[in-house]
């Protein structure tokens, strides 16, 4: 009598037939390798650790339909981890914590809050975020095991001894299994926009208590005075990447905009991007709301865009006139947008690429209000948070001075080619100096503009050193633009480029810096 194949065993039938074709179409990506094996410019190991990263890689011919195909292999065959993906018992996705020492990381935490009260006098908060991972430990399938949670733990313990303010926003964000489900994606490390937005409420309020006499407006913070939209089926997270669509579904893709008027500004200087107008135009970006794409983009980074060394709002019409330097990481994405309806000025680094200047000359250069670091546990172990330049400030840190070395006003006039894009003026500087440049006023003499550019320029490599954007409708109110910033030590001939608008698109455009000041650090 024959046996029926049961539904398992026609489905591995299934897949290994798709991976035989799939392993058809991609034979490029092991025929080079094997060639060096067989013929022993090769080991074994090398040709199958080249052989993994060809699969891994984009060269990979319908990548994401393996990837689709694994996991719902795996899910029909009851997995629970696959690719250091944990399924967890109420199906939502996350991976495991290794145990770390927080030591260094500590350290650094509590070296740039000591600088900041004894240099600067400048408040500063610890702001731990979750991870996704519950702290009553209900979470991961038996036998899995994850320390994120006493990774924090430690940190905070360490940061409070030394007295560094803290707040911890896992007991109403990540407290239970029920909360992760509420406030996280599914397929994704990161909360969704109710997670954020408490974070939102929460740090508001936090400094409310730092700074009562300032006028932080906690009406703001008000879920009634936020509209929230969804897109079904849209958002396929950082872990569902790696396990495939069938594995645990896919996540709506959620996003706030606030019920009030807005009109301000943010800059990306890494990309030349000024984006000024209301709070969408501003913050949210358009080509994840249009076009579901699970495997080439990261919906997430519809607020900002994604992780950038800086970014800068501005909003002249808020009700908070408090300078605010936020030190993150990608978890801040969404707050920081929400932020910028408060505070006049929020600054946004990001250790992990910023590198014009270390986060404590920045500070130092800026003068903050308030600086806040907030961190979820995965990004402990990012080298980045283990140094923010404080030793590296204080050793070199001299009496010198600013001295004036230029100050008249600089034309960045139409000319003959009205179609020029990179109509600018220059003005050579020296290598390995610091040098600081403000000007009261910008004169358009030409065309319709929203801001301008001013960029450090190396000549020889045509190259973009660093730059900044300034948009009208904030600095012209403020009645002051200023930028301080570093010449890198080279050979190279290095210039000043003040723009007739932004960096590209300075056709049909003329202006005038008023009372152009270049300062020089000596």
């Known amino acids: 009598m024959k046996r029926k194949k049961d539904g398992k065993g026609l489905l591995t039938i ?33 040709f199958v650790e080249q052989v993994e990263k060809n699969y891994t890689s984009d060269k990979f011919i319908m ?64 702001i731990q975020f979750p991870y996704k991972e519950d702290l009553n430990g209900e979470l991961f399938p038996e036998g899995i095991d994850s320390y994120a949670n006493q990774n924090a733990d430690d940190l905070l313990v360490s940061l409070e001894s030394k007295k560094v303010r803290t707040l911890d926003l896992r007991p109403e964000l990540s407290q239970t ?30 400094m409310k208590k730092m700074f009562p006499n300032n006028n932080i407006d906690l009406n703001y913070t008000q879920d009634e005075k936020w509209s929230k939209h969804e897109l079904a089926n849209w958002f396929l997270g950082s872990r569902g990447k790696r396990v495939g669509c069938a594995f645990t579904g896919v996540d709506p893709l959620t996003w706030r ?65 408090l300078r605010v330097l936020i030190l993150k990481d990608s978890y801040m994405l969404p707050v920081q947008s929400f932020f910028s309806t408060i505070f ?27 600086v806040l670091l907030g961190l979820n546990p995965d990004a402990f172990w990012g080298k980045a948070y283990e140094d923010f330049g404080v030793t590296k400030l204080t050793e070199e840190k001299t009496e010198g001075k600013y001295h ?64 900044r954007l300034f948009d009208f409708q904030y600095y012209e109110n403020l009645g002051k633009y200023m930028w301080t910033f570093k010449t890198p030590e080279t050979e190279d001939k290095l210039e000043l480029l003040f723009y007739a608008g932004k960096w590209g698109s300075t056709a049909g455009t003329g202006v005038a810096y008023r009372n152009v000041v270049l300062e020089k650090y000596m």
């Open 177 to 206: 299994t029920e909360m992760l489900e509420q406030y996280f994606y599914r397929t994704d490390h990161h909360w969704n926009s109710d997670g954020a937005f408490v974070a939102f409420q929460r740090i508001t309020a936090e």
């Open 404 to 467: 004036v070395i230029q100050q008249n006003d600089v034309k960045v006039e139409l000319g003959d080619n009205k179609k020029d894009n990179y109509n600018y003026t220059i003005v050579p500087l020296e290598a390995n100096r610091t040098y600081r440049v403000s000007f009261n006023h910008i004169d358009v003499l030409d065309g319709n503009l929203d801001g301008v550019q001013v960029v450090l320029y190396d000549r020889e490599k045509k190259d973009v050193i660093s730059c």
């Open 257 to 321: 905009t606030p019920c009030f008027e807005t009109n301000m500004s943010c800059s990306i200087p890494k990309h030349s991007d000024l984006f000024c107008g209301d709070f969408a135009n501003a913050n949210i970006r358009t080509q994840y709301i249009e076009k579901r794409d699970y495997f080439d983009e990261n919906a997430y980074c519809v607020y900002i865009g994604g992780d950038y060394p800086l970014v800068q709002h501005r909003n002249v019409n808020a009700p908070s006139n």
């Open 344 to 370: 006049q000025e929020v600054d946004v680094i990001d250790p992990r690429y910023f590198k014009e200047c270390t986060v404590a000359e920045y500070i130092n250069w800026t003068k903050p209000d308030v």
């Open 63 to 126: 990548k994401s339909y393996f990837i689709n195909l694994n996991g719902l292999f795996a899910r029909a065959t009851g997995r629970r981890t696959l690719n250091e993906v944990v399924r967890c018992k109420n199906g939502i996705l996350t991976q495991t914590c290794d145990k770390m020492n927080v030591g260094k990381l500590s350290e650094s935490i509590i070296q740039l809050s000591e600088y900041l009260e004894t240099n600067e006098d400048i408040p500063f908060l610890y």
């Open 14 to 46: 299934a897949v290994l037939t798709c991976i035989g074709i799939l392993s058809v179409v991609n034979l490029e990506l092991v025929k080079d390798p094997f060639t060096k094996c067989i013929t022993k410019k090769e080991s074994f190991s090398d």
